[in-house]
């Protein structure tokens, strides 16, 4: 039996792995989070700049952003003593102290950060070398008329490796997203497995109902506008936890391009934040999208990650899976995935 060493306990994938979107801090704001069994703290600096710390103070281990923090210019003071530390976590000044003792200067770690495409991502790394740079941008990130993202966020009890498998499993279209898959195909290289897809919405196909959603997702399934639409996906996992989508749709009543982006990030063992994110705008330059359209789009892709979660949020995850001709690459996406778990 293959033990795989994302299955070890205590172990998390090495990359780069989304916190937050930048629209949810503010300059000089300081927000708590908890990822990887671990605390810690990201504050807006007034140049714009995003740090995240460990979040308890070396010096007598209150939380920097108790009280809501201090941000001082790019720098976060501690709300217990003054103790001041900049982006990289250097101690640069303590109030009331003639000099910093040498042993405080680098006691407190800075964890290495992009902002890039409207998201602030950490990288994670247990071995501490230097981040590696494979996310690429997203083009229409930014530009007019696509607006910023619209998400959710979910905590769920899951494994990351099963969220990571979907990109590989062909054969749960037809049975948890009610669609049929006219195409399908995966591309590895050794940062990224891509799915390039046509699935074609099926009023008549199985299909999973995720609790509590603002619309009747069987209704919207079975609109005529939407099963005779051209659609077309690519699905990019760059890295162990994010997700870049891009799809286009043509269709008899409203013809549109989108982004998602997808993102698990590790709170301990049983629990992950799960998130998707929509941007989408009209392929007709001259031509508007309708703003119900514009509303209920992003309501939808977020049910579709939502059916995903329902089968997620209770299955077991089998090390050695009976497996059958018609299943996708399940084998050589665990490998790849593992590879982010190993010494490097």
């Not at 995966?186 to 390039?196: G, I, Y």
């Not at 109902?209 to 209704?219: G, I, S």
Request: glycine share 8%; proline share 7%; net charge negative.
């Amino acid at each position: 039996m293959h033990k795989y060493a994302y299955l070890e306990s205590g172990r998390y994938a090495r990359g780069w792995h989304i916190m937050l979107l930048s629209q949810e801090i503010s300059v000089g704001e300081v927000k708590k989070l908890h990822y990887f069994e671990h605390d810690f703290v990201a504050y807006r600096g007034e140049s714009g700049r995003v740090a995240i710390l460990d979040a308890h103070c070396p010096h007598l281990g209150a939380n920097l952003a108790s009280g809501e923090g201090r941000v001082v210019g790019d720098t976060l003071a501690c709300p217990f003593h003054g103790w001041t530390f900049d982006p990289d976590g250097t101690c640069v000044d303590i109030p009331y102290a003639s000099k910093i003792p040498d042993n405080a200067v680098n006691a407190l770690k800075g964890w290495p950060v992009i902002e890039k495409n409207g998201f602030i991502a950490l990288w994670y790394d247990a071995e501490y070398p230097q981040p590696l740079d494979y996310l690429p941008d997203i083009p229409a990130w930014g530009h007019a008329n696509w607006g910023d993202w619209v998400f959710s966020r979910s905590r769920i009890r899951a494994k990351a490796c099963d969220v990571i498998e979907n990109i590989v499993d062909i054969a749960h279209f037809p049975h948890v997203h009610g669609g049929n898959v006219q195409s399908f195909e995966n591309r590895f290289t050794e940062h990224s497995v891509t799915q390039l897809s046509r699935i074609q919405r099926d009023p008549n196909a199985s299909m999973i109902t995720p609790p509590n959603l603002e619309f009747d997702v069987a209704q919207a399934r079975s609109d005529p506008g939407g099963t005779e639409a051209d659609a077309w996906g690519d699905a990019t996992y760059h890295g162990p936890s994010i997700m870049y989508y891009y799809t286009e749709s043509v269709g008899p009543d409203v013809s549109f391009r989108s982004w998602w982006v997808n993102w698990h990030t590790p709170v301990n063992q049983q629990e992950l934040d799960l998130c998707s994110a929509v941007i989408v705008s009209s392929l007709n330059t001259t031509q508007p999208l309708p703003e119900d359209f514009i509303s209920m789009y992003p309501k939808m892709a977020h049910a579709a990650f939502g059916q995903d979660v329902e089968i997620w949020k209770d299955k077991v995850y089998r090390a050695n899976p009976i497996l059958c001709d018609g299943d996708g690459p399940i084998a050589k996406l665990r490998r790849w995935y593992e590879h982010f778990y190993l010494p490097r």
